[in-house]
């Protein structure tokens, strides 16, 4: 059987679920999506699952109008601050990737605190990806590179990435009916088993994610090799 560690999940599919649901607004769908990152976060630290990164939100969401920004921004606050006795009850470690620096003060402080707050736990680990953009990530390692002004092979540039130390991504999921990964960790996916559900994010359930847990237990990585 597969050794399991590290699973992606690209949150697709808030706003038309809304939609589909009647709601008026989008937002609604953020709402309930972040329910479903609760019971999934709750589910992964008990199967122990080392690490769970979750897109949030991407460098070009910022396209989105101010007011659903503003939403999912203050959306991540409320989560966080939520959150932490979750995290603290079951010793889950909080961590994220991304360019932070454009996020509000209050916003990065939040994030700050609760790192702090759950740095010492070794269980499951919850990175979720804010403002994060693979290309964005690349080039940020790429100039740190440049500047120590020394070549890198493939663990120093690993190093430099913002998942450093993290294992490689085992299983890639996205929800929402959509084959691609917008810009979603394209180094560390490499060799990642993808999976593509056309279940929009706040319907996604535990029942599925344990299917596709079992479909990649089953699955032969060959890694470029022969088996
Ligand atoms: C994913 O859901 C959540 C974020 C990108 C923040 P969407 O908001 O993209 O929902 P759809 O894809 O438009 O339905
Ligand atoms: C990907 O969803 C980003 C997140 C889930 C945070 P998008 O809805 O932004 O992706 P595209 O625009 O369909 O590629
Ligand atoms: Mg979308």
Redesign the pocket.
């Known amino acids: 059987m597969q050794k399991l560690k590290h699973v992606a999940i690209?949150?697709?599919?808030?706003?038309?679920?809304?939609?589909k649901q009647g709601f008026m607004e989008?937002i609604k769908?953020?709402e309930v999506?972040a329910s479903v990152v609760r019971d999934l976060t709750i589910h992964a630290s008990n199967i122990g699952l080392e690490y769970l990164t979750l897109?949030?939100?991407?460098t070009e969401?910022w396209k989105?109008p101010l007011p659903?920004i503003s939403f999912?921004m203050m959306l991540l606050d409320k989560y966080l601050q939520k959150e932490l006795a979750l995290f603290m009850e079951n010793g889950i470690r909080f961590e994220t990737i991304g360019d932070l620096s454009k996020l509000s003060d209050t916003l990065q402080k939040r994030i700050q605190d609760t790192k702090e707050k759950t740095a010492h736990f070794d269980g499951l680990t919850q990175v979720l990806a804010i403002n994060y953009g693979s290309k964005d990530e690349i080039l940020r390692a790429v100039n740190k590179a440049v500047e120590c002004g020394e070549k890198v092979d493939e663990a120093g540039f690993d190093a430099l990435l913002d998942t450093q130390n993290k294992p490689p991504v085992d299983i890639m999921i996205r929800t929402?009916g959509?084959h691609r990964l917008s810009n979603f960790l394209l180094w560390q996916a490499a060799y990642s088993e993808l999976f593509f559900t056309d279940t929009?994010?706040p319907d996604f359930t535990i029942k599925e994610f344990d299917t596709i847990v079992k479909k990649f237990q089953k699955v032969e990585r060959r890694f470029g090799g022969i088996k």
């Open positions: 690209i949150m697709d599919g808030n706003g038309r679920w809304a939609k989008r769908g953020h999506g897109y949030a939100f991407s969401n989105r659903e999912l929402g959509d929009l994010w």
